[in-house]
C-alpha cells in the first residue's frame, strides 16, 4: 500500500526557512515523479512544485520560485522541499503527492502545516 | 481566482445523481488530461478519476468522469451522506506550465 507521511512543518517567522519532509513506502520511488501542493485554510489546492524521476528536472509555480527548492533522495525513498524568504501566504497545508504519467497525482500525503507569522 | 472554474457547492439528495462541472481552456483541459479528487479538509486528497475518465482500483462506477472542448463533468449516481466533501478537478496548464486546479465544489447530500 502507498504511503506518503509528510514532516517539518511548524511556525516560523517572515523571513525566515522551513525544510519539508516526505517519506514514501509502498511503492519504487526513482519510478516516479513527485511534487508538493499546498492548500491555505478554507481555500483551494494550489500545486507548489515538480521534480522527476532521478531530480534531474524541476518545475516550480511562479508564486514560489526563486525561493523553494525541490529535491529528492532516492536512496532514502524521500522527498525535500526547502522553503527560504518565507512570506505570510506561504501559510497552508503543504502536500506531497505521487505524479501520475498523464494526469496530475494519485495517491497524496495528509499534509504538514506551515504557519508563518509577522 | 483558479484557473479552472467549477461551482461553489452542489447539493441533491441521497441516492439521486449530480455532476459538477469544470470549465478551462485550450491550454488546460482543451488539450491535457483531468483528474478528479474528493478531499475532506485535514487529509490526503483521494483520486476518483484520471486520463479524464478513468477509475483507480477500488473507487465504485458510481463516479465518472467526461470530457467534451475545454470542460470535464464529474457525475456522482446514488448519492451518500459519505459522499460529502469538496471535489477538485486538477491538470496541466502548457501555457502556464503548471498544474492548475478548481476553485473546489462542496457536495452536500441533503
Known amino acids: 500500500e502507498v504511503h506518503l507521511v509528510e514532516s517539518g512543518g511548524g511556525v516560523v517567522r517572515r523571513g525566515g526557512s522551513l525544510r519539508l519532509s516526505c517519506a514514501a513506502s509502498g511503492f519504487t520511488f526513482n519510478d516516479f515523479g513527485m511534487s508538493w501542493v499546498r492548500q491555505v485554510p478554507g481555500k483551494g489546492l494550489e500545486w507548489v512544485s515538480s521534480?522527476?524521476?532521478?531530480?534531474?528536472?524541476?518545475r516550480y509555480a511562479a508564486s514560489v520560485k526563486g525561493r523553494f527548492t525541490i529535491s529528492r533522495d532516492n536512496a532514502k525513498n524521500s522527498l525535500y522541499l526547502q522553503m527560504d524568504s518565507l512570506r505570510a501566504e506561504d501559510t497552508a497545508l503543504y502536500h506531497c503527492?505521487?505524479?501520475?504519467?498523464?494526469?496530475?497525482?494519485?495517491?497524496w500525503g495528509q499534509g504538514t502545516l506551515v504557519t508563518v507569522s509577522s | 481566482q483558479s484557473v479552472l472554474t467549477q461551482p461553489p457547492s452542489v447539493s441533491a439528495a441521497p441516492g439521486q445523481k449530480v455532476t459538477i462541472s469544470c470549465s478551462g481552456s485550450?491550454?488546460?483541459?482543451?488539450?491535457?488530461?483531468v483528474s478528479w479528487y474528493q478531499h475532506l479538509p485535514g487529509t490526503a486528497p483521494k483520486l476518483l478519476i484520471f486520463?479524464?475518465?478513468k477509475r483507480p482500483s477500488g473507487i465504485p462506477d458510481r463516479f465518472s468522469g467526461s470530457k467534451s472542448g475545454t470542460s470535464a463533468t464529474l457525475g456522482i449516481t446514488g448519492l451518500q451522506t459519505g459522499d460529502e466533501a469538496d471535489y477538485y478537478c486538477?491538470?496541466?496548464?502548457?501555457?502556464?506550465?503548471?498544474?492548475?486546479f478548481g476553485g473546489g465544489t462542496k457536495l452536500t447530500v441533503l
Open positions: 485550450s491550454s488546460n483541459i482543451g488539450n491535457n488530461y
Open positions: 503527492a505521487r505524479d501520475l504519467a498523464a494526469s496530475p497525482f494519485d495517491y
Open positions: 521534480i522527476n524521476r532521478d531530480g534531474g528536472d524541476t
Open positions: 486520463d479524464h475518465n
Open positions: 486538477g491538470t496541466w496548464d502548457s501555457s502556464l506550465r503548471a498544474v492548475v
